[in-house]
């Protein structure tokens, strides 16, 4: 498997949450398919072009373009407020670790790396998540889509995570599963680990420097 080193030593660490710390996709699509259906949508009608599309994108964009494709565009406030209850009360109830997350979490603390969140999910979802996995004290900062105003691909995100841990973006390694994470890492001038995993829809992932199938891989050559 190729990798793209970059011949910087690494200062900080930004995890993506949603789908690469914890295993949330079959949530989101639990979710999207009984607050839709309570509206008369069915779900399982979009195309699988859009359901990769969406992924990485805040939950308020992913559901707008999923509402769109499916012609529904005039239930979005109603199908979105309804979705979010569901998706946190599934949450609490469903939702696991991603194999190797704490693995890969500890091996950058060890390092000295200091240890971010970036995520496209709300502030509420990682509260939640941080909360029942019992894994806050892991981070020093945290930026949810409640603190940007563009969302990924667009690098904003991991911008100012960088401005709020006081390092360069060159000196950042980035953790995602998407596309749309990784060209946003990308855009922002940091090193990206795409994780393809298998239980999540699949990316190309052809844009990060490294690509690993569990964050049980990870070592310390990948971080450094």
Do not use: W
């Given at each position: 498997?190729?990798e ?15 789908g690469?710390?914890?295993n949330s ?15 008369g949508v ?13 992924v ?10 999923m ?64 909360t029942?996995?019992d ?9 949810s ?8 691909p ?10 709020k841990?006081?390092v ?10 998407a ?12 090193k ?5 995993s298998?239980f999540?829809?699949k ?9 690993r199938?569990?964050?049980e ?8």
């Amino acid at each position: 498997m190729a990798e793209k080193r970059v011949e910087t030593i690494m200062k900080a660490a930004i995890f993506d949450v949603d789908g690469l710390l914890v295993n949330s996709e079959p949530t989101h699509r639990e979710a999207s398919r009984i607050s839709f259906a309570e509206y008369g949508v069915n779900r399982d009608d979009l195309p699988i072009e859009v359901a990769s599309k969406v992924v990485g994108l805040t939950i308020k964009e992913s559901v707008r373009v999923m509402l769109e494709a499916l012609d529904a565009s005039d239930k979005f406030d109603e199908i979105f407020k309804r979705r979010q209850e569901v998706f946190l009360d599934l949450i609490r109830e469903k939702a696991e670790l991603m194999p190797g997350a704490l693995h890969a979490l500890q091996l950058c603390k060890s390092k000295g790396l200091k240890v971010a969140a970036a995520s496209s999910g709300t502030k509420e979802f990682l509260e939640l998540v941080f909360t029942k996995f019992d894994i806050n004290d892991y981070f020093e900062v945290i930026t949810s889509a409640d603190d940007v105003i563009n969302s990924k691909p667009d690098p904003q995100i991991f911008l100012i995570t960088a401005k709020k841990l006081r390092v360069r973006p060159v000196d950042c390694v980035v953790f995602e599963d998407a596309d749309n994470g990784v060209a946003a890492a990308k855009a922002a001038g940091m090193k990206c680990i795409a994780i393809n995993s298998p239980f999540t829809t699949k990316q190309k992932l052809d844009k990060a420097d490294i690509v690993r199938t569990s964050l049980e891989e990870i070592t310390e050559k990948d971080v450094l």
